[in-house]
């Protein structure tokens, strides 16, 4: 990478920086402002300083000079000093008020655009980077924030008027600090323009170990199940030495610089001294005492101009990766969700419950192949509707275009007579209550998670939660636990099993008393007696509420009024489970590998009211 290639890096970058900072609010900067008020009050007293000691050198090297008069200029400094004390600590606390402020807002920020992102968005980051950019880069940006307000202001403010201060007190000395300065600069440009492509890697690293730490405890059953513990360790090791190298890389090359700005400081002050035995040496008598008293002041405004760019060089090097940060934390709060808020709010009451699919294609971003394929049917309010197909033929994809985690590449799916892509967002998902193929559940208690959300336009009554899990057939085991409906679920549901997690899931979608009910392979996890009661129990309760249930089981869905049958993302035949055993091939191939001939014959003859099949018993 060129250097003008660097350069512009750093610009880009820097506009990254300037338009992060943009959401900072009117009261913030007005503590900014209030920030380089201390500042300058700081400044002064620091510059103070050297005043009073050159006339306490003066008065030293005067004959006759009052002792009053030296204590009166050191209990000056002493007050100067202390002055810069309390404005550095005021400096430091409205500083971190304001970044603490800022960066909580940013995490705020990315966590409502996330919300808002449909698995498109979710997919193109990833979940591992999602979270270090709303953790981890939000801190780099506080820290730099944080370092602008006290030394960006400071520096400056302090080098250029200890400038102003020594400027015409020695030409050589004036020349000494300026080499020296020039020495550093040089420096720092030079080891920032090897570090910054290091800095950008950085955050992709780290991005890149949480994924892998996250897969690692995540799959740990798996892991150990399959004695993979040693190649699950390589490949966080591979991760790990990676962002390992690129961070020592860095910190070696920034090592550099202060070694080297202390012995280029160490070096001005030797000259300046050097200097000035040379110019009172060859100084008349009554010139040598001010030329002694200029060398003293100017050493020490030469080593506040010093310390000043030190200041300014440590602001920077933590600059190149909070200009990654930002840059990451930009694109979270830049990127325009792709499932766009529709206007209706109200739709036909004598269609509630309908849904209607009109020639739906959908393909997946960055996905060579269709996944749906010229999907067309229709479900009235009350009738249960089946999915059902190989792994892969699309089930999942198909009930997912619903509630819209994906909008539809061609077709137009349609709920109440209306497209789903002209609701409002709140609309849509208040008519639907979905239990999806993986059961979700939060940290806190069974109640809590069956009365989940905020727009369930009701209070949560114990009554209505018991009524909910008794329907999903969860009660027996809820009142076992310690608690009761109040015992303590785990994040993820962890201290509960798959099924009880299946039964909780379905619970917290009757609760919600929704015109359609969509179940994503919802009952896999149940025996099959618990199975067929709670489909029972469900079909009693909501007798005028749409049900979608996709599944591999036949037992689940033979009851249905309607079953798609889908092979390779395309509708191959509609019908009831009679009708497709005997004209679907497809159909009929699913269901001879889970029941026997004589099961089937048996039930092509029954009614609805049937019997259980032998394969459906407790």
């Known amino acids: 990478m ?108 990315q966590f409502n655009k996330v919300d808002s992102f449909s698995m498109n968005e979710i997919n193109k980051f990833s979940i591992a980077s999602l979270v270090t950019r709303s953790t981890n880069d939000v801190t780099q940006v506080q820290i730099t924030l944080t370092m602008a307000l006290q030394t960006v202001t400071l520096a400056p403010t ?13 030409f050589e000395w004036t020349l000494a600090t300026g080499i020296s300065l020039a020495c550093i600069i040089l420096l720092f440009i030079l080891v920032l323009a090897f570090v910054i492509p290091k800095f950008r890697m950085m955050q992709t690293l780290t991005d890149n170990i949480n994924k892998v730490t996250r897969e690692g405890l995540i799959g ?69 005492l001010t030329d002694f008293s200029n060398m003293v002041v100017f050493s020490s405004y030469a080593a506040q ?16 990766r909070a200009q990654v940060a930002a840059r990451r934390i930009n694109e979270v709060i830049n990127t325009e969700p792709s499932i766009k808020d529709g206007i209706v709010t109200e739709a036909d009451p004598n269609l509630k419950g309908m849904i209607e699919f009109r020639n739906v294609c959908f393909k997946y971003p960055s996905a060579a192949d269709y996944a749906l394929h010229d999907v067309s049917f229709s479900v009235k309010q009350g009738e249960t509707i089946a999915i059902i197909g190989s792994t892969g033929s699309g089930k999942s994809t198909l009930i997912n275009l619903i509630p819209r985690f994906y909008d539809a590449t061609e077709g137009q799916i349609l709920i109440d007579g209306v497209d789903v892509r002209e609701y409002k967002l709140e609309t849509l998902y208040d008519k639907i209550g979905y239990t999806p193929q993986r059961s979700v559940l939060f940290s806190g208690t069974v109640a809590s998670n069956i009365a989940f959300g905020e727009n369930i336009n009701r209070e949560a009554t114990e009554d209505d939660i018991k009524e909910a899990i008794r329907i999903a057939q969860g009660q027996e085991f809820i009142e076992k636990m310690e608690g009761g409906y109040e015992a303590e679920i785990s994040r993820g549901g962890i201290n509960i099993s798959g099924g009880q997690k299946q039964c909780l899931s379905i619970a917290r979608a009757v609760y919600k008393r929704p015109e359609i009910y969509i179940f994503d392979d919802s009952f896999s996890a149940l025996d099959y007696k618990t199975d067929r009661t709670l489909r029972m129990t469900l079909k009693r309760h909501t007798q005028n509420v749409t049900s979608i249930i996709v599944a591999q089981r036949i037992s689940t869905i033979m009851d249905a009024d309607k ?55 407790p």
Not at 158 to 168: D, P, S, V, Y
Not at 305 to 320: K, Q
């Open 2 to 109: 060129s250097m003008a290639t660097k350069y512009d890096l750093i610009w880009k970058q820097g506009n990254n920086v300037k338009g992060i900072y943009k959401n900072l609010r009117p009261n913030e900067m007005a503590l900014v402002g209030v920030i380089l008020l201390f500042v300058v009050i700081q400044v002064w007293f620091t510059l103070k300083l050297p005043e009073y000691m050159f006339a306490i050198t003066q008065l030293v090297q005067t004959p006759g000079s009052s002792m009053s008069e030296i204590w009166k200029n050191g209990g000056y400094m002493i007050a100067c000093a202390i002055g810069g004390l309390l404005a550095a600590v005021a400096v430091s606390y409205v500083a971190s008020r304001v970044t603490a402020a800022f960066s909580q807002r940013l995490r705020s920020m």
């Open 158 to 170: 302090l080098a250029i008027w200890a400038a102003l201060k020594i400027w015409g007190k020695g």
């Open 220 to 288: 740990l059953p798996v892991i150990r199940a399959y004695n993979a513990e040693k190649y699950q360790e390589v490949k966080f090791d591979k991760a790990n030495e990676e962002l390992t190298g690129t961070m020592l890389y860095t910190a070696h090359a920034m090592a550099i610089l202060m070694p080297v700005i202390s012995f280029i400081m160490n070096g001005l002050l030797i000259a300046i001294y050097w200097i000035g035995a040379v110019v009172i040496s060859n100084a008349k008598p009554d010139e040598a």
């Open 305 to 320: 101009i010093v310390i000043a760019i030190m200041m300014t060089m440590s602001f920077f090097t933590m600059m190149p």
């Open 563 to 617: 079953i798609v049958v889908l092979d390779e993302g395309r509708v191959a035949e509609i019908g009831s489970h009679k009708d497709l055993l005997r004209s679907c091939s497809v159909y009929k191939e699913i269901a001879i590998s889970q029941f026997s001939e004589d099961e089937l014959a048996a039930y092509v003859g029954m009614n609805h009211d049937r019997k259980p099949l032998p394969s459906e018993a």
